[in-house]
């Protein structure tokens, strides 16, 4: 065992840059384990870094100074945040009471129309099914009104922290966008002086992490604006809760739009049974995800490595099981980075042939 490792070190470990990148990622994924949560303003506030520097190289490619494009994209991007936390999420807050409000009458409905399945499909459903599946129901609604009550009280000193991360994450956008070159020296000094390896997955993943963050923040707010004005023109209850979701949902590649479904078709069910007006919000909202993974997503993320799609649910499992939202969210960049690592880490190639042994001269 101990010659298998040395051959592998002395194949995969022969450069300072390469130990150093094995004990970073180590570490790195080490802290993302443990105190992902704390970390989270700061990796916010990366995110929409990268979105308003870009808003900044676009005005400066206008003709702006750096100075006045960086003062333009930073009010607008103070703007925008306290816009959606004022505006939006009050509405989608109190669109989330008035859905869970109903869910008892929604309930009651569900019952109705499982009664009457043994009448119709004896051959399927019986009595006692039924039964149990309503018994069934009722004790988990009972016991999501407990937990939802339980976690309303508990998350009452959570609610300061999240003022506070609201006080914080647009000061570190501020220094972050303005000591930008003064923080990437900073952290260049801890690296060797010479490092090519290091240099070419940085230069690989910063477009990548850029690209990325901005093409999946726009994919949010257009899927999620289309949505939700789709569904308020069909009349749809909880337009801007469930506009919300659809957005959100594109975080999770293939999964999201499976998921988001259900509250959708049940919102629909309810509100009208089924009738043609339910048959059209389930066609728009499919007609949406065709739009975005055929039109949008080709679009926005063209330069972008590909991932084979098994590669991206492993990653979005994998990442999500360890750092929750924000793994599910960094999932493809992530990987693509881990693909990045595998691709430039250097190797000493092993000789194809074992050397021969010279011949003994007869004396």
Known sequence: MLEIFNKWSQRYLFEEESVLLL????LSLVLLATIGDILAPLLAAIVLAYLVQGVVNVLCHLGLPPWLGFAVAFTAFVGTFFAILLGLLPLVW??????????????????ELLVVLPESYPQLFSQMQIDQLIGTVQGEIATLGQTV????????????TIVV??????IIVFFLLKDREQITRWLAAFLPDKRPLFNRIWAEMNVQFANYARGKVVEIVIVGAVSYVSFTWLGLRYAALLGLLVGLS???????????????A????????????FYWVLGVYVVIQMLDGNVLVPLLFSEAVNLHPVAIILAVLFFGGIWGLWGVFFAIPLATL??????????????????TATPRTAE
């Not at 049940?266 to 007006?277: D, H, I, K, R, Y």
């Open 23 to 26: 004990v970073l990622v180590i």
């Open 94 to 111: 109190k669109q989330s009471i008035g859905l869970l409000t109903e869910i008892p009458r929604m309930v009651e409905q569900g019952q």
């Open 149 to 160: 009550v339980t976690r309303t009280l508990a998350g009452i000193p959570g609610f300061f």
């Open 165 to 170: 991360y609201i006080v914080l994450v647009p």
């Open 250 to 264: 594109v975080i999770i590649p293939y999964i999201g739009a499976f998921i988001v479904t259900v509250p959708i």
């Open 266 to 277: 049940s919102v629909a069910l309810f509100q009208w049974g089924v009738s043609p007006e």
């Open 338 to 355: 881990i693909k990045a690592v595998i691709y430039a880490w250097p190797r000493r190639e092993a000789s194809a042939t074992p050397p």
